[in-house]
């Protein structure tokens, strides 16, 4: 007897319905199984899958914020036409193999680095940074005084105490004449004279050079810091950042000192702390691809300065001007007339040696100022002015100590009222 007949007979009993729905699902379980891989070979069912992963992916971006352009994106947009033009005229260097690694804006800093409000005015941070040059020099041209008039010793305790200070022996010779000049004559008697006339003198001097950053006319204004390993390039860099970004500048740093393992850390670390931008490669690659990519980004993302860290020394000096040479060479090719500033970091602690650094680089770069870091921890401040004479660059920043907001722009009256303070 079959199915049907025993239903018919008995009429559907509830035994038989959960029988029937159990046969039902298991001949649906072996029917799906035979057919799935049939179905996945499709292109109906591939077409499906591509759908819903595209889907996907626009969920996915709704939720995060949209990332910045990176290098290879870029070429790809309406607006890169022209950079990939030029891009091609850069025939000597080879990208390929480069690993980019554009970076996302710092997200997440924690906390800003300093409050700005809470920032000590530039004029203390300046007096408190030159309290050891001061203290050495003019307590030392003071103390030579003490109750004595002008004479012919005195003038001898000066000129020692001037070039002690780093001044310059030219700066020294140059202002002992006028000091014997105006001793002759009665105009400088006594200390309070000398005082009045040694700070009219340099400020007079330190005047006349433009203490202004070259800005671009339009575009991002970029700024190649160069100078020799140690003597504050990074921190100064950080320091330049800070500064600009208060201002209300959007910055990218880019690390192009790939010499060193850690400098693109140290770098990364500082643009971290001040919220900025960096542009980075990997350790030992091509720095004027940095460099490139730097200017890349910034045109793309409308920022303002690029400031590009560089390596301080490398094999021979042959060396580090070819590659200042060609970093320089891939930035004006992107941006005509830039680098518009090329700093020279030089530490002031080395005093006099500062000079002869100053005078190396100048030689193997374009330098258009100085950033006379680490004033805070010499008594030698007086280089200033030894290098109006021997090298006559501006110095545009110094440096007055270890963070971000210890910098200040150079200001002739600032920086000499505080030397007498
Ligand atoms: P780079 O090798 O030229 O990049 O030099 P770094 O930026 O790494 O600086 C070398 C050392 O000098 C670090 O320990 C810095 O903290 C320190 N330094 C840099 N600028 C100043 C400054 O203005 N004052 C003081 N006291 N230290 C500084
Ligand atoms: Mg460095």
């Known amino acids: 007897m079959n199915l049907r007949a025993i239903l018919l007979a008995n009429g559907p009993q509830p035994v038989d319905v959960i029988i029937l729905i159990v046969v039902a699902g298991l001949a649906l379980l072996i029917v799906a199984a035979v057919a799935a891989p049939i179905l996945r070979k499709t292109k109906w069912f591939k077409a499906l899958q591509k759908k819903a992963a595209k ?18 994106g ?6 890169q036409t022209a950079l990939v033009d030029q891009e091609a005229e850069v025939e000597d260097i080879d990208w390929s193999d ?5 970076e996302e804006p710092p997200k997440a800093v924690t906390e800003p680095f300093v409050k700005l409000e809470a920032k000590p005015s530039k004029a203390s941070l300046i007096e408190r940074g030159l309290s050891k040059t001061r203290k050495k020099m003019f307590t030392s041209i003071r103390s030579v005084f003490s109750g004595r008039q002008l004479d012919d010793e005195v003038i001898e305790e000066i000129r020692a105490s001037m070039l002690g200070a780093d001044m310059g022996p030219r700066f020294t010779e140059e202002v002992i004449e006028h000091i014997k000049e105006k001793w002759h004559t009665h105009e400088i008697t006594d200390y309070e004279h000398l005082e009045q006339y040694l700070k009219d003198y340099v400020k007079k001097d330190l005047k006349q050079w433009n203490l202004n950053v070259n800005w671009a006319e339009s575009g991002p204004t970029v700024i190649l810091v160069v100078g020799v390993n140690g003597s504050g390039k990074t921190t100064s860099i950080a320091k330049l950042a800070y500064q600009f970004k208060s201002e209300g500048m959007r910055v990218i740093v880019a690390a192009a000192d790939t010499f060193r393992a850690a400098a693109v850390d140290q770098l990364a ?9 960096i542009i980075k490669h990997a350790h030992g690659s091509d720095p004027a691809a ?5 200017v890349d980004a910034a045109t793309a993302r409308g920022a303002d300065v690029i400031i590009v860290d560089t390596a301080g020394r490398l094999h021979t000096q042959k060396n580090l001007m070819q590659e200042l040479d060609k970093i320089k060479r891939v930035i004006a090719k992107k ?24 005078k190396l680089f100048t030689s193997v770069a374009d330098v258009t100022s100085i950033f006379l870091a680490k004033l805070d921890g010499t008594a030698k401040g007086g280089v200033v002015i030894g290098m109006r004479e021997e090298i006559d660059i501006p110095v545009k920043f110094v440096g007055l100590g270890e963070t ?15 030397l007498f303070e």
């Open 290 to 294: 940095v460099a490139y990519d730097a």
């Open 98 to 102: 480069e690993e980019t690694a554009v």
């Open 74 to 79: 870029m070429r790809k947009g309406k607006k």
């Open 335 to 358: 941006i005509p007339g830039a680098p518009h500033e090329t700093i020279m970091v030089l530490d002031a602690t080395t005093g006099q040696n500062a000079i002869s650094q100053a």
């Open 269 to 277: 670390i500082w643009a971290e702390r001040t919220g900025v931008e």
């Open 404 to 418: 971000p907001e210890d910098i200040a722009p150079f200001d002739p009256d600032i920086f000499i009222d505080a």
């Open 55 to 72: 889907r996907r992916e626009e969920t996915e971006r709704e939720r995060k914020p949209a990332a910045p352009p990176v290098k290879g």
